[in-house]
């Protein structure tokens, strides 16, 4: 069973408009919860990470939000833009994890005008 | 710099062929790894290097041979690939290797392998 679920696996918006993802996750111990941007045939870039103190944290348009006690984590895109399609992959860390993650299968954003 | 370069962008091998990946970065990370990513899939560990040394290998065939020559290089050799090898690979690096788990990986553009 995957330890980290993401949902929706995939949405369309239109350009301006808001949204958000989800991601849950069962690992344990929790070290730290980190979202990526994945262009398609690129590698993934690093938009936050969090650790377990952490409900919070922002990368311009982007904002992820933390609760370790209920093991969920959220990304909202405001105002979004074309070059936001992507997918957006939630990475999940476990202390004492040996540098080993536990990837989502990612939410695929399609943005259009 | 927070740059993780790879070449080539892409490749294409036949099954009989010997050719290897390459990836380096200038940050002064001493973890090093190779990630495997089939189309819409999330990415699959396959090597870690820590201070040069292989610390992590996830049951990858031995026809995929990483090296580490010093901390900022690390190759990945290829040889006798089957069809179902091809994927995207990329590298991707972190500060402390240290068991704690805290570092951001930051990853490479990746190389585009086809095996044909």
């Known amino acids: 069973k995957n330890q980290v679920e993401q949902s929706p696996q995939s949405l369309i918006i239109l350009e301006g408009k808001n949204c958000t993802l989800q991601?849950?996750?069962?690992?344990?111990?929790?070290?730290?919860l980190r979202w990526y941007k994945q262009d398609t045939g690129r590698g993934p870039v690093s938009l936050t990470i969090?650790?377990?103190?952490?409900n919070t944290k922002s990368n311009g348009r982007y904002t992820a939000t933390l609760d370790a006690d209920t093991k969920q984590s959220s990304l909202h895109i405001t105002a979004s833009q074309l070059s936001d399609s992507a997918s957006y992959i939630c990475?999940?860390?476990?202390?004492?994890?040996?540098?080993?993650?536990?990837f989502g299968k990612g939410n695929q954003v399609v943005v259009i005008p | 710099d927070t740059e993780v370069t790879q070449t080539p962008k892409h490749l294409v091998m036949g099954m009989t062929n010997k050719k290897s990946l390459k990836c380096e970065q200038h940050?002064?990370?001493?973890?090093m790894y190779w990630y495997k990513q089939k189309a819409k899939k999330p990415p699959e560990l396959m090597f870690v290097?820590?201070?040069?040394?292989?610390?992590i290998n996830e049951s990858v065939p031995s026809r995929f041979s990483p090296e580490c020559p010093n901390s900022s290089l690390l190759n990945l050799h290829l040889h006798a690939l089957q069809p179902e090898d091809s994927a995207l690979y990329l590298c991707?690096?972190?500060?402390?290797?240290?068991?704690?788990?805290?570092?951001?990986?930051?990853f490479g553009p990746g190389t585009r392998l086809l095996v044909l």
């Open positions: 991707a690096s972190s500060q402390d290797p240290g068991s704690t788990n805290q570092e951001t990986q930051y």
């Open positions: 991601c849950n996750y069962t690992v344990s111990p929790f070290s730290n």
């Open positions: 969090m650790t377990f103190s952490e």
């Open positions: 990475v999940v860390a476990a202390y004492y994890g040996n540098n080993r993650l536990a």
């Open positions: 940050m002064g990370h001493r973890a």
């Open positions: 290097y820590s201070y040069e040394k292989l610390s």
